[in-house]
């Protein structure tokens, strides 16, 4: 067997190993070359009695049992001793036939909970810390005996098991080290599932999903039949709301906490939000709502820029001094709010004026001691405490008890400040020992042209003629590929963030002041701000050119963030023009076209996939007739008529039929509104049948294409139309391949479909084999 791995002992194991199947354990735990991530317990006469299945679980043979937390970590010397002699006395209980260890379950259980899976990166094992306190923790009630000192080195372990985990599976993980005590000291003060505990953002969940029973599958998160990337009340009664998009906690968490109160109960509410979602209108709405509610209810602020609203030149950082925490521990003691609540019952008795006065002394006061900005909080009704160091422990415990202890009393915000750079310093130091391993997933796909890449370097080429072309961008964050304009025209390019609401009107207020704007913006955060899109851009056909990016599938973000609503609900309105390009080419073309439309609003959706092209220079761009399409390959047996990148499952779907005889067109239509109604026609008096094809939902390009049939008449004759498109379901995270596998449309599905309307039905089922 050859090997190049180490041993327990740290130890080079590099060669070929030779099993004796003569002793009564050839080796233990032997690094499997055959799997290229398992582990192998052999029995004396090799039959495996536990195999790593998943790179950070171990599966017993007689069942897909996952245990032990999922933990990975080499076993020491003592400790491998003690398991060694164990399988001593018990291996030839077990070594009879992979099914009699149905027979003993227990003895299996208890030899597994002595071994953890170790994870494979790059060319050998890296040995993770140990995690005693962390391996009694099943559930938050687990951590109501710890000591703080316990609790602190409980968040340690966390933190080293996030960077173990996410570092394997190359996935982005600062947000959630950044939160790693805030989220113990929450399980520790409140008692979830009880108490109601939200988050606006899924990236910041990895901490909670551990201390809340998901440990052993975090290895599978955002992967097919695996963990959500976000809180989903599917996955678990310890996420009390699903969050994807952000900015929702607040305003569930006060629906939660006035339900609360009608019927009676005392449960508490705690809503997490943080910087980015500060930026969108729903959380001011969300707290104005509940300063005038009144109800009890708890919102943490988690600031990992040190700052409510910082600028892009400021580099200062908020800093907790022993002051700043000895004043956020009385803010939120019970003793300093009862005396604060009896000075108002006695002002207000002494009379208006003096109230007032009082008021503005006390708003005055807790001005000069929190943070600027805090009162704005204080305005909109939420009683302000902090700012609390987000990394002590002992601080956040002591807050959030007291915060826990009041009663009618109304909303608090907690300000707490955390790094996010937080225990990533020794991380990388000890990933770089091993290989160099990727902590953010953008990184992986910084070397992969995508249809951003194109877009960004089409407008920079446009901009550059044309000094009225503006972007303005909407999101999380900015996408890298927008530094390239950033770079060139900085004051033509503004950020919105997750306001996309405002992003919409003001990209109209840019337009009517004589502007060029391309709104650039996820489909799915599209959403959010369709409103805008109607009454402010098409009902005044305003001329603001939509950029709607991450159309489609989106693969392990899965429901949460795909983009298959846009083709819906923008085709349906009366001015907007709808595009979509099959290809990089097209998408050149589409902005130039955007460009030199002056007297409505457009738009053009792509998918976030990478391209396969060489990376050539871009040509320029060729506007397109509006409402027209093109016929790419010409056939007589079936006609393909796809919308945007579809239009290359459809060649696809072509070579399959081609080898077997059928002779396809593919055509692409390349708008869905205004239809290319004259290539319909000719694609329907050529062919007896007509498949249109589009990654959208019910009610979308598709359904445009039937409306059209219909009315001419099409459909009373011999053409039969088919339409391939996204299920009325949403779809789970998953690869993209699987994605479009689940949904029916890669190149196969159409290729069926097609085979099922000549029916040859037995040719279809065999391609779907």
Known sequence: MKIKRHNFFGEAMTGTMHIDEQSWLARLLVPSALSGTGVLLLSRDKRCLVRQMASSSWQCLFGHRSFFHGESRFLSKSELFRTMQFFKRNTSEFVAHENSFAAHPQKVKSLCS????????????????????????????????????????????????????????????????????????????????????????????????????????????????????????????????????????????????????????????????????????????????????????????????????????????????????????????????????????????????????????????????????ATLFEELGLYYIGPVNGHNIDDLVCVLNEVALLDSTGPVLVHVITEDEKGLESTDEGTSKSCPLVSDSKSMKSSLRTFNDVLVETLVAEAERDKSIVVVHTGIAVDPSLKLFQSRFPDRIFDIGMAEQHAITFSAGLSCGGMKPFCIIPSTFLQRGYDQVIEDVDLQKVPVRFAISNAGLVGSEGPTQSGIFDITFMACLPNMIVMAPSDEDELIDMVATAVRINDRPICFRYPRIALLGNGSSLHNGIPIEIGKGEILVEGKHVALLGYGVMVQNCLKARSLLASLGIEVTVASARFCKPLDIELIRELCQDHEFLITVEEGTVGGFGAHVSQFLALDGLLDGRVKWRPVLLPDNYIEHASPREQLDIAGLTGHHIAATALSLLGRFREAFSLMR
């Open 114 to 373: 002595q071994v953890g899976a170790l994870p494979d990166l790059c060319d050998f094992f890296w040995e993770k810390d140990p995690t005693p306190i962390l391996d009694m923790i099943d559930t938050p009630v687990h951590l109501k005996n710890l000591s703080h000192k316990e609790l602190k080195q409980l968040a340690t372990e966390i933190r080293s098991e996030i960077s173990f985990i996410m570092s394997n599976a190359r996935r982005p993980y600062k947000a959630s080290l950044s939160v790693v005590e805030l989220t113990v000291a929450i399980h520790y003060v409140f008692h979830a599932p009880m108490d109601k505990i939200l988050w606006d953002d899924g990236e910041q969940t990895n901490a909670h999903k551990i201390l809340t029973g998901r440990r052993s599958l975090m290895h599978t998160l955002k992967q097919k039949k695996g963990l959500s990337g976000f809180t989903s009340r599917a996955e678990s009664d310890y996420d009390a709301f699903g969050a994807g998009h952000g900015c929702n906690s607040i305003s569930a968490g006060l629906g939660m906490a006035v339900a609360r109160d009608i019927q009676g109960k005392k449960n508490r509410v705690v809503a997490i939000i943080n910087n980015w979602t500060t930026m969108a209108g729903q959380v001011y709405e969300a707290m104005s709502n509940a300063g005038y509610l009144d109800s009890n209810m708890i919102v943490i602020l988690n600031d990992s820029r040190h700052s409510l609203h910082p600028k892009l030149d400021d580099g200062s950082k908020m800093a907790i001094s022993p002051l700043s925490s000895s004043l956020s521990k009385l803010q939120s003691s019970r003793s300093f709010r009862r005396f604060r609540e009896a000075a108002k019952g006695i002002t207000k008795r002494i009379g208006k004026a003096v109230h007032e006065l009082a008021a503005k002394v006390d708003e005055y006061a807790r001005g000069m001691i929190g943070p600027p900005g």
